[in-house]
């Protein structure tokens, strides 16, 4: 029965796309129709079969790996910081981020790291009827991250039209970095991660598709990928990279305060008040209310109805606020279902919620104002399809969950 209605709400989650599509004539849905049927294999592949489960299960060992060995870097700066036997989100979750994010540089610095994104870039080209400039960037982004992507297209973007421009910020923010994976880890079961990221990068084409459909001119898309080139020494680009990293710690431990704190107040305000308008009777709180709101959109996706309420208001945590906060509530959910924890997992990993539209526009802001100032025209069209990739992603989890 869940799967019927996973189906049933893929076809509502693309008739959404639809809907604010730009150009409904023209959409391609022999290519959607591909995709979504690779995105069914790979979810079958990572999370049914030995091979697959294996394979999600040597990354989770490399990445628990690689955090053990943060944690030695994090321990000899701020070892007897956190009281004993207590879990420190800022030390064990988010600054393993720096040393994720220097291994990455390092990955980047040898060749390695563009070698694989152009050729992913190339043959991903081959299957989404899209161009090589978006097909790149969609690898790239899930590697570097949403803003620094951006970077290595910095003297094509004066030259690249607003509905291709839609197609790559799509991708950024649909998308999760690389450098961040690990700490998910911490959070959510990494076979869930693993396969959101990879479902991920093809519903991003499939909604862009819809949403904003057209072909690309094989003159235009010999648009040469160049990445920005410094004349940088080896540990010129290591410290750049580490610094990166304890910034994107530092932001996200901020805005993990920021939202966590007005999210509280939210919940107090709005349950003092309902409170008080039903006499006791009712125990709702901000948290509820959105519950409700997302729980049609929840149930969609495969998720018990018992559970939706409940999985629709972490679902809308995530949107107004960023992944982090939404996975940290989902730890302290009681009573969900194993396929309702797994589907509401698959939704979380991904960068589409309001504050990225700040992120990405702004990102491309300092590279060419122009662009930048477009994509916030159309930020809140970009953050509704983004949304819109991860309940298809989640659906498509929840089949074999």
Known sequence: MHILIGVIGIGVFLALALIASSDKKNVRW???????????ILAFFLLKTNIGITIVGGIANGFGYLLKQAGVGVDFVFGGLANEGAMSFFLNVLLPIVFISALIGILQYTKILPLIINVLGFLISKINGMGRLESYNAVAAAILGQSEVFISLKKQLPYISKQRLYTLTASAMSTVSASIIGAYFTLVEPKYVVTAVVLNLF??????SIINPYKVNEEDDKLLIEEEKKQQSFFEMLGEYILDGFKVAVIVGAMLIGYIALISLLNGLVGGLVSLVSGGALDWNFQTLIGFIFAPLAFLTGIPWSDAVDAGSIMATKLLSNEFVAMTELGKASGLSPRTLGIVSVFLVSFANFSSIGIIS???????DEKGDMVARFGLKLLFGATLV???SAAIAGFFL
């Open 362 to 368: 702004g990102a491309i802001k300092s590279l060419n």
């Open 203 to 208: 519903g991003g084409f499939i909604i862009a």
């Open 390 to 392: 991860s309940f298809v």
């Open 30 to 40: 022999k290519y959607i129709g591909i995709m979504l049927a690779i995105q069914v």
